[in-house]
């Protein structure tokens, strides 16, 4: 199977490789890397840091408001 070149949001990813023809770089991952960028970021991409502060847990208030009464002892 061919493998499709990159496109320019795979730059700096991890999973790139240069192909068998030179200058031509492909992804390891996937075939078709354009199609993964299609409807977001690529799961694979490594170039592309995930703000973790954005994504908030769910905090139990009953549990919440227990732990913080323990610690004020």
Do not use: H, Q
Not at 16 to 28: L, N, R, Y
Not at 52 to 58: H, P, T, V, W
Request: glycine share 6%; charged share 35%; with cysteine.
């Amino acid at each position: 199977m061919n493998r499709e070149p990159i496109i320019d949001k795979c730059v700096g990813c991890e999973k790139t490789i240069v192909g068998p023809e030179p200058g031509v770089a492909t992804c390891s991952a996937y075939l078709y890397p354009a199609s993964k960028w299609r409807a977001g970021n690529c799961p694979m991409a490594s170039n592309i840091k995930k703000d973790i502060d954005k994504i908030k847990k769910f905090e139990d208030p009953l549990k919440k408001s227990k732990k913080l009464s323990r610690v004020k002892k």
